[in-house]
């Protein structure tokens, strides 16, 4: 069954920085979602990507999809408190799948 | 539009108790699905249920049930709760089931 590897598992920045987190796949994706959760939460949807090289931007997030439909970068550009949370990626199988999330820190 | 609501937030329990959990999808929403989150395991997916039926399941045991109303609302019910069964659990709803899921905000059940 296919699995969903996020790095890095935790994440430290100072305010203003901008970082990238990755997911990566075992299989090709057909469905990639990025969701972020803040600490015991419900998770609140970002975005979806579903063919190879699409990139989709909300706010100062992009997230993109490898070619290959087996990798995603969710990259946040002069990160601010709002974002420090934990972000997911899940992948459409005949469920959805999701990796183990990234903890994000952001340091004022 | 409202968003998926769950009932109730937090829930304390002992071993051997049985617990039912409710879920309100966003309205029009007809598939709802139902998620264990633990800091050791991460996300996982309990089952699906669309139009009263459930068409996907994880693997969780026998203790671990739901069911879907006419009205999209659904429950799960854990029997003879387990100290491991403590989590977050959240439900999310979509039109099909294919679409994008939106989250509740969970349910923390402690299992004492």
């Known amino acids: 069954s296919q699995e969903l590897e996020q790095s890095p598992q935790s994440l430290i920045v100072q305010e203003g920085k901008n970082l990238t987190i990755n997911c990566t796949s075992s299989k090709t994706l057909y469905g990639l979602y990025w969701y972020k959760q803040k600490y015991g939460e419900g998770l609140i949807f970002l975005m979806m990507?579903?063919?190879?090289?699409e990139e989709k931007s909300h706010e100062k997030i992009t997230a993109k999809l490898d070619e290959k439909k087996q990798q995603s970068s969710l990259h946040i550009t002069a990160s601010q408190p709002s974002h420090a949370g934990i972000y997911l990626c899940?992948?459409?199988?005949?469920?959805?799948?999701f990796g183990k999330g990234t903890r994000l820190h952001i340091l004022p | 539009k409202a968003g998926v609501t769950q009932t109730p937030r937090y829930l304390i329990k002992t071993r051997g108790q049985q617990v039912t959990l409710s879920c309100s999808p966003i309205s029009g929403h007809r598939s709802v699905s139902w998620y264990q989150q633990t800091p050791g395991q991460g996300l996982q997916f309990l089952f699906e249920?669309?139009?009263?039926?459930?068409?996907n399941k994880g693997n969780f045991p026998g203790r671990f049930s739901g069911r879907q109303f006419s009205n999209s609302r659904s429950e799960m019910n854990v029997s003879t709760l387990e100290l491991g069964d403590s989590a977050l659990y959240l439900c999310a709803s979509s039109f099909g089931g294919r679409e994008t899921q939106y989250f509740g905000p969970g349910t923390r059940l402690l299992v004492l």
């Open positions: 249920y669309f139009s009263e039926t459930q068409r």
């Open positions: 899940g992948a459409d199988e005949d469920k959805i799948i």
């Open positions: 990507l579903q063919k190879g090289g």
